[in-house]
Structure formats: structure tokens, C-alpha cells
């Protein structure tokens, strides 16, 4: 397995039954200008069904993230 780093999701695709996913990497950042330079970095590609699971899986990481989160606030308290 390789692992794919990547700083930004850019944009997302489908056509024909394939989900595409853009992604970018971060170049520079500019402080005085407060920009940031992104190149590409990759494209995720895959059946519409399995972006689906996917997406539905990401939903419930994020909603998992999100709680424990909250209860680490809640136990700073």
C-alpha cells in the first residue's frame, strides 16, 4: 500500500459511473500576501458505488471526530 498525502480536495467529477476526485498540494504560502500556491497532486478515481460508500463513511468518521471532540471540551470543563 502507498500512502497519498495531499493538502486541499480540489474538485469532484463524475461522468459515465466514475467519480473523480481532484487533490492539491500546497507549493508556497505567501504571508504578506496571506496566498497559498497549490499544484496538483493526484486524482482519486472510482465507481459512482464506491465513492458512495465512501462518502458515507467519511460522514460517519466525521461525525465520530466531531463527538469526541465535544466530550474533549467537555472534560476540560
Known sequence: MNDFYVDRFLKFNVSQGVARLDFARMDAFDPEKNEVTMSPA???VMPL????HFADEVAKIKT???NQAKEGEAKKK
Open 42 to 44: 493526484g486524482r482519486l
Open 49 to 52: 458505488e464506491s465513492f458512495m
Open 64 to 66: 465520530q471526530v466531531l
